[in-house]
């Protein structure tokens, strides 16, 4: 989006807020709808940001939070907090509900913060575009919230200076256990969430390709069911090859024992690792940045063994991040620069090349 | 806050040659004698935060006390300014450092101190400020590091003497490497490097650790060790103190020092005498050069290798 149209956008939100006598506010009023572990995980982000007040939580499975304060409003539907006087709402819900949620958002004149993925496959994510083109001054962003860890924003640092060359390729391999309780998630019910373990986790590491290696042009994948009988795919193994030639490989999994989430970067001055990740379950192993370059003029380097340097990242600001940045575009209306729709849509398309080319039926 | 930890192939005989050192060090001894550093020093609390401090050793003439409060090293009685500025400007020590052992050493240290460092807060800078930026070099002039980072930012360099000139608050980075350990005044200095930066512009430092292994084992027998050099070498705990004076906030603190034990090991065995608890001598010592080398990951990892490298945030 161009300078021109953001302020454009702007000065019409100003024009706007000057027809209804308001004035742009300097507290925005947020509403959250599905107020699960990704819910009240935004809850406090919200409630800690100078810029936001949680004012509405909409759950129908979810007693009232008396935490919360009496002037947070407890609903039962979207439909009943979406006619609440709020600036903007987090949609936290399964993805079955989040198309429907943020297009009844958008239309109620909401800014929208919408968990990834995106829907369920890309007619969601197409109907969902197609209510934020019709609502131009409102802020529309997805939680890719990979984009904003440390390793990775500084991989992505060090990717644009050009000092370690030209990227040649990727491989990620993101996973997880399952666990006892996995068959009883919503994430395990194949109807409400469209897809399997690709869907839910891998999708982060496509997005992260396409972060660092731009779009795919050809996808080959194997994907199936091997432990988890519950109807969606629990391994997924793509490899994606884009236009310039850069070839990506992922292993997308539920049956990864150990929790794993590493991601080599090879381009042709060296490499970047990212092993491990902090997260809310802090199962996936310390966060690691491993820098390395060839280094032919280097006797040890030449050998296969070249001098490195390794990051340890200590927090997690990647989902205060997220909101700082929703904070920061639904006040200034600048444009969302990680999560656009743009980027749930491509991640999404690559979701489903993945299922096509091994002819898996997702669940829609 | 990140730490970094490197692994490679340098060795303390690339880095320090056993000979160049000698002499570079018999330079110093001559050199502290000639130019009467051990007289009309003064006392002093410990720069980083003030608090007392105790003897901890005496290195070349010089008595080297400990923070009681936060452990930082610092040289007191503090030689006199005018004194050590001689040292520094007409001194043999630093003319051969400047004429031999830099030369000698010119390719190791490219290769794994200045270059390292350079990118380290290119890609540090970047991450967290975007491009186009500015910063300012400060202290030991070193055209080297200056070039490095001019093949992507824009560098304003810069003596110690002359950071008055940058107290603009306008500088997106300062460059502060080898510079705080040597300042006769370390509060002033830090403050000038304050004083230069925009708000939530970035300091980074890099310098010796009061906490290093190789110090703490080794005390005065340390042979990196060199008092008119290193005034204050600050601990954790002092740096702390010390940004926060200066509204920094503390947002990276690693050791990447890679020769702590082959330093120690040297020493040792140099100096039959000198005797380490036996667990550490044993790892220092042992036949596996592997074993050495994940101790001194472990002492990278947690922060207690010789050199710090920071990075601080100005506040509003």
Redesign the interface.
């Known amino acids: 989006m161009s300078v021109r149209t953001n302020a454009a956008r702007v000065l019409r939100r100003a024009g706007a807020e000057q027809e209804s006598g308001r004035a742009t506010p300097a507290v925005y009023r947020v509403g959250i709808i599905g107020f699960g572990r990704i819910g009240r995980r935004r809850a406090e982000l919200v409630v800690a940001h100078p810029q936001l007040a949680l004012v509405a939580v909409a759950d129908p499975y979810v007693e009232k939070d008396g935490a919360l304060g009496p002037s947070c409003r407890w609903h039962r539907s979207a439909a009943d907090l979406l006619r609440q006087d709020l600036h903007a709402v987090f949609v936290c819900t399964p993805n079955a509900v989040t198309a429907e949620v943020v297009v009844d958002a958008l239309k109620a004149g909401k800014h929208v913060f919408a968990e990834k993925p995106a829907g369920r496959c890309l007619a969601d994510i197409d109907r969902m575009r197609e209510a934020e083109t019709g609502a131009p001054d409102l802020i529309v962003k997805f939680g890719f919230n990979h984009r904003e860890h440390d390793s990775v924003r500084l991989s992505q640092s060090l990717i644009a200076s050009g000092e370690l060359g030209r990227l040649m390729w990727m491989r990620g391999t993101y996973g997880k256990a399952g666990g006892p309780g996995y068959s009883d998630d919503w994430r395990a019910d194949p109807e409400m969430a469209g897809g399997g373990i690709l869907l839910d986790q891998g999708i982060h590491m496509l997005d992260l390709f396409r972060l660092f290696g731009g779009d795919f042009a050809e996808v080959k994948s194997f994907v199936g069911q091997t432990f988890w009988r519950v109807g969606l795919e629990d391994n997924a193994f793509a490899i994606l090859r884009s236009k310039a030639g850069h070839v990506a490989m992922l292993h997308s999994s539920a049956t990864h024992w150990n929790h794993t989430f590493r991601l080599e970067v090879y381009l042709t001055d060296g490499y970047l690792v990212l092993d491990g990740l902090l997260t809310g379950s802090q199962t996936y192993g310390r966060e690691t940045l491993v820098v390395g370059r060839r280094d032919w003029n280097n006797a040890e380097s030449a050998r296969g063994r070249p001098r490195e340097e390794r990051y340890y990242f200590d927090d997690d600001r990647s989902w205060e991040r997220e909101v700082d940045e929703f904070a920061r575009c639904v006040s200034t209306g600048s444009r969302v620069v990680n999560g656009t729709s743009l980027d749930a849509q491509r991640a999404m398309d690559l979701v489903t090349r993945v299922y096509a080319d091994d002819k898996w039926r997702s669940a829609i | 806050?990140?730490?970094?930890?490197?692994?490679?192939?340098?060795t303390q005989r690339a880095m320090r040659p056993a000979d160049l050192l000698d002499a570079y060090l018999a330079h110093v001894q001559a050199d502290v004698t000639r130019f009467d550093l051990l007289r009309g020093g003064r006392e002093r609390g410990c720069p980083a935060c003030g608090g007392e401090g105790a003897f901890d050793c005496e290195r070349l003439g010089f008595s080297y006390k400990r923070c009681l409060s936060c452990q930082s090293m610092f040289v007191s009685p503090l030689p006199d300014p005018d004194r050590l500025a001689r040292y520094h400007t007409e001194g043999d020590a630093e003319r051969f450092r400047r004429e031999k052992v830099l030369p000698m050493t010119a390719d190791v240290r490219t290769?794994?101190a200045e270059a390292?460092r350079a990118?380290?807060a290119?890609?540090?800078a970047?991450?967290r400020l975007g491009s186009g930026l500015t910063f300012a070099q400060m202290g030991v002039d070193s055209p080297q590091l200056h070039e490095l980072l001019s093949v992507?930012a824009s560098v304003v360099r810069s003596s110690e003497e002359a950071i008055d000139g940058y107290a603009d608050a306008s500088a997106d980075c300062v460059i502060a490497f080898d510079l705080l350990e040597r300042s006769t005044d370390f509060s002033r200095t830090l403050h000038r490097c304050r004083a230069a930066l925009r708000q939530a512009g970035l300091l980074f430092v890099a310098t010796m650790s009061g906490d290093g292994f190789e110090v703490r084992m080794l005390g005065a027998h340390t042979r990196s060790l060199v008092p008119p050099v290193h005034l204050q070498l600050l601990s954790y705990a002092g740096w702390l103190a010390a940004l926060a004076r200066e509204d920094f906030t503390l947002v990276e603190y690693s050791t990447?020092g890679e020769l702590d034990v082959q330093a120690v090991a040297e020493v040792c065995r140099r100096d039959a005498g000198l005797r380490l608890p036996p667990i550490l001598d044993e790892l220092v010592r042992h036949d596996d050069d592997q074993v050495g080398r994940a101790f001194q990951e472990v002492l990278q990892?947690a922060c207690l290798s010789a050199h710090v490298q920071l990075v601080a945030e100005a506040g509003a």
Do not use: N
């Open positions: 806050m990140k730490r970094v930890v490197t692994s490679g192939e340098l290769r794994h390292p990118r380290w290119l890609a540090a970047a991450a992507s990447p990892q």
